[in-house]
Structure formats: structure tokens, C-alpha cells
């Protein structure tokens, strides 16, 4: 018999080889989808555990509390904590308690409690700028008595009762006093502190305020006036609005009545306030000549 000499038919095996290949890849291709798929799901179901433990161990709960406590880094925190307090809280406050009695400067208070809160605020009402402690200065007062009532009392920053008050040397208006201020800023109001050992017949029941950029004592005419105040109670607090800011860097207080006769005028503290500062340095306008008294 003759061999076959045909030429064998090869086309269908290669074809079918290759659909064999193309079947395994798509199938590693889809098994590789279900793993990434698989992975990216557990990662982020781990995601979403680990984020909601952070989440219920951030709570203050009495558990989370007493954990955290009694951990070392709590106990750790909580030690520090208590080392600064006990070294800067508690002195400062045993000291403001003691300062007449001890004998220690009030100006010391002051500065260790604008430290302490890390700005400037009295009584909750902003920056005053007449404040020793934020660079206000008394360039004259016409009647003052000195020592524990000395004329200091009206700008130190401490209106509390454990402090005494300034009183004037006598009753006899009008009383003048000339300030500067460390900075040019817009005056916003104008606040008297009363004490409360002071009788009310010695609390300011009007004044007058005036300002200027240069300083009165070479330049009287550039005082102008910022208005006159009235108050209409012996209030231990009073505070006047200025209805139009204006800028100044000296300022003139006339007391001119009070609410009776003791002989003398009294105040726990007077403040002018306002920004620490003009950033954009307003321009005031300037008196003309004397100012109407």
C-alpha cells in the first residue's frame, strides 16, 4: 500500500490550541478579578473596623475615660498636667488672694495673669489700652492721694475687691489727667470700675474725654473731643459706647462731678479701649484751636 501523501490538516488543532490558551487566560484573568476584589473588600472592611474603634475610643465614656487614665502615657499626661499647675495656677491664684496682705505688687498679679491667658482682656471686655501692663502711661493728674490709693489704682488692671481703690487728694473739679498709650488705635469705649468699699458719693457721675495724636503738653490745640458721658447710676460698672471711633495715641480724662460729697473722687479703675493697635494707622483729624470747656 501506498503511503498517504495528503497534507494533513493542521489549521483546526492550531485554532483549537489557541482557544485552549485564550479559555486558561481568561479564566487566571478572572480569578485575579475575584482576588483584587476579594483583597480590596477586606482591606476595607479592616478600614472601616479600625476607624470605628478610634471612633468609640474617642468617646468620653467612663470606660475609655478610666483607660486612658490608667494607662502609662495617660498617667504620664496627667502627671505633667498636675506639675504645671500646682507650679504656675495655684501661686498665681494664692497670690492674688494674699497680695495685701503679703505685701506684693499688684502690677505682678497683673502680669502673671495676662500671662496665664496669653492675651491682654480685662473683664471681658477687649484691650485697654490706658493698662500698665500694656504700656499705658499717666503723664499727669492734678489731685491724687498716693500710696495704697495712689493714682497707679486707676490703671493697673485690678478692679477686684481685695484691691484698694485710687482716690483723688480733694473734691475740687475739675480733676485732669493726661495718658498716653503705647500705640496710635481707634478709641471704642470708655469703662469706670467702682469698689465696692468706696461710699457712692465718690464715684465719677461725668466726665469729658479728649484725644490727639501729639502730645497735649506741646500741642494744647490738637486735643479734640471725644464726647462727654454722663453716668446715671453708681454703678459698680459703667460703660460708655464711642459712636465713632477715633484714633488717637494721648488722651485728657476731666472728672467733673461725682454722685456726692466725701471729700474726695474715687474709681477702682478707668479704661479706654480698643484695638492693641491701628494696622492701618487711620488718619485723625486735628483741632483747630482750643477745645470748649
Do not use: C
Not at 475739675?174 to 481707634?186: A, G
Not at 479704661?271 to 486735628?286: K, Y
Amino acid at each position: 500500500m501506498k503511503p498517504d501523501m495528503s497534507p494533513r490538516n493542521t489549521g483546526n488543532s492550531r485554532g483549537s490550541s489557541r482557544e485552549d490558551w485564550a479559555e486558561r487566560q481568561a479564566r487566571v484573568s478572572a480569578e485575579r478579578l475575584r482576588w483584587d476584589a476579594s483583597h480590596e473588600a477586606k482591606v476595607q472592611a479592616d478600614r472601616e473596623t479600625r476607624a470605628a474603634e478610634i471612633s468609640n475610643s474617642a468617646r468620653l465614656t467612663p470606660e475609655n475615660i478610666r483607660r486612658r487614665l490608667s494607662s502609662s502615657r495617660g498617667l504620664t499626661t496627667l502627671l505633667v498636667f498636675s506639675l504645671l499647675f500646682a507650679i504656675g495656677v495655684i501661686p498665681a491664684v494664692m497670690a492674688l488672694r494674699n497680695t495685701q496682705e503679703e505685701g506684693i505688687d499688684p502690677a505682678v498679679i497683673r502680669r502673671i495673669q495676662v500671662g496665664l491667658q496669653q492675651q491682654s482682656d480685662l473683664d471681658g471686655e477687649g484691650f485697654d489700652l490706658l493698662e500698665l501692663v500694656n504700656g499705658g502711661e499717666l503723664l499727669g493728674i492734678t489731685s491724687t492721694a498716693i500710696g495704697e490709693h495712689g493714682s497707679d489704682r486707676l490703671q493697673d488692671g485690678l478692679f477686684d475687691p481685695q484691691f484698694k481703690a485710687w482716690r483723688s487728694a480733694d473734691h475740687a473739679f475739675p480733676i485732669v489727667l493726661t495718658f498716653k498709650v503705647r500705640y496710635r488705635s481707634p478709641l471704642q469705649k470708655v469703662i469706670i470700675w467702682n469698689h465696692p468699699d468706696e461710699p457712692t458719693a465718690s464715684y465719677i457721675k461725668e466726665l469729658q474725654v479728649l484725644a490727639s495724636l501729639d502730645d497735649p503738653r506741646i500741642n494744647p490745640e490738637a486735643m479734640v473731643e471725644i464726647g462727654r458721658f454722663k453716668v446715671s447710676a453708681p454703678d459698680p460698672k459703667v460703660v460708655f459706647d464711642v459712636e465713632t471711633p477715633v484714633t488717637f495715641r494721648f488722651a485728657t480724662i476731666r472728672i467733673l462731678s461725682t454722685f456726692g460729697q466725701v471729700g474726695y473722687v474715687s474709681a477702682a479703675e478707668l479704661g479706654l479701649f480698643g484695638p492693641s493697635r491701628d494696622p492701618e494707622q487711620i488718619p485723625m483729624p486735628r483741632g483747630s484751636g482750643p477745645v470748649p470747656i
